[in-house]
């Protein structure tokens, strides 16, 4: 299942905490999964909190409060949820890239095109993950449950967008935030026009901070042919990144509206707001380093607006 290890080690994981505590054998499939990287398992469940916050400010408002230990719960559901998604997400597209990864600078290193694991250990460890996350799966109500598995088409296609369209960041937009509808389906049993309205905004967030991070692999993309909204934008990036940043503030404040949201809630978004506009104004795409580091401020950028909504929801 795994062949013997070189010592690549793919991206920024040097050092990070599979490196120095995992046990050997199971080092490959961690990185497979990114675990060494847990940033997008952070991009993935935000959207999911968001919705779940938001979801439980609209019924308490609404004369049926949700219990503080079911809201823990759901949480807490989302984020192992999130987790093992990510994770399977990841081992997917590296199954379907690991020629591409092969060519790529900074990802020839990942298990796969390293031949740290087989083909035959990748789909097996995809299995596992899906297992974990139809454990989780099975614990939310059955509306969510619904919601939840009609994004496996989305899921099963982004790794092929990259061949297809020049903006394939627009069908990871779509992918990550579905969580978006999530929480609203499992706490309320319906998707109110502020699901919809959060959806849109986070899909606009997500395409606008993975062109930032698409811009580390530009060069690579032309060689091999890849397409991306990097390429696509290039020079133009930084007024592309205003209409989807502005977008995605103006659909979600419209969800905050639609939702009955407090204050403090819109304070939330008013700091989420500065921070998308930094990154903007500091970008510079040929500074991969700089470009990565500005990905990543969207994890604080998303959590911000969700202590935001959270504190909404427990004073409402």
Not at 124 to 149: E, H, K, M, W, Y
């Given at each position: ?6 010592s ?12 120095r ?5 199971l080092?490959?499939f961690?990185?497979l ?7 997008g398992?952070w ?32 949480l ?5 949820g ?11 597209n590296?199954i ?7 060519m ?9 095109p ?6 035959t ?22 509306f969510?449950?619904l919601?939840?598995?009609s ?5 099963a ?21 579905w969580?978006?509808?999530?929480g ?13 309205l ?39 990036t ?12 103006v ?18 978004l ?17 500074d ?11 994890r ?7 202590a ?9």
């Amino acid at each position: 299942m795994i062949a013997p290890a070189p010592s690549l080690v793919p991206e920024d994981a040097a050092g990070n905490w599979v490196d120095r505590y995992a046990p050997g054998f199971l080092r490959p499939f961690l990185r497979l999964a990114r675990a060494d990287r847990p940033i997008g398992s952070w991009l993935l469940l935000i959207p999911c909190w968001w919705s779940t916050a938001l979801a439980a400010a609209m019924a308490t408002r609404a004369g049926t409060p949700v219990d503080a230990l079911q809201l823990a719960a759901l949480l807490a559901l989302f984020a192992i949820g999130s987790v093992a998604m990510r994770g399977a997400g990841c081992t997917w597209n590296d199954i379907l890239d690991r020629d591409i990864d092969g060519m790529v600078e900074r990802t020839r290193g990942r298990p796969l095109p390293s031949g740290q694991v087989s083909v035959t250990g990748a789909f097996t460890f995809l299995a596992l993950q899906g297992l974990v996350g139809l454990a989780v799966l099975i614990c939310l109500p059955r509306f969510a449950i619904l919601v939840s598995l009609s994004s496996l088409g989305l899921v099963a296609i982004y790794p092929l967008m990259k061949r297809v369209i020049w903006i394939p960041q627009a069908v990871l937009g779509l992918t990550f935030s579905w969580g978006a509808l999530v929480g609203f389906a499992a706490l309320l049993g319906t998707l109110p026009a502020a699901a919809f309205l959060l959806y849109a905004g986070s899909v606009l967030w997500v395409v606008g901070y993975d062109t930032i991070y698409a811009h580390q692999d530009r060069e690579d993309d032309a060689i091999v042919g890849v397409k991306s909204s990097a390429r696509l934008f290039e020079r133009n990036t930084k007024p592309w990144l205003v209409v989807f940043y502005a977008g995605a503030v103006v659909l979600i404040g419209a969800a905050l509206w639609a939702a009955g949201a407090g204050s403090i809630a819109w304070g939330g978004l008013g700091i989420f707001t500065v921070q998308l506009a930094t990154q903007v104004r500091r970008l510079d795409i040929d500074d991969r380093e700089l470009c990565l580091a500005l990905f990543k401020s969207n994890r604080d950028a998303g959590l911000t607006l969700f202590a935001g909504l959270m504190v909404d929801a427990l004073l409402a």
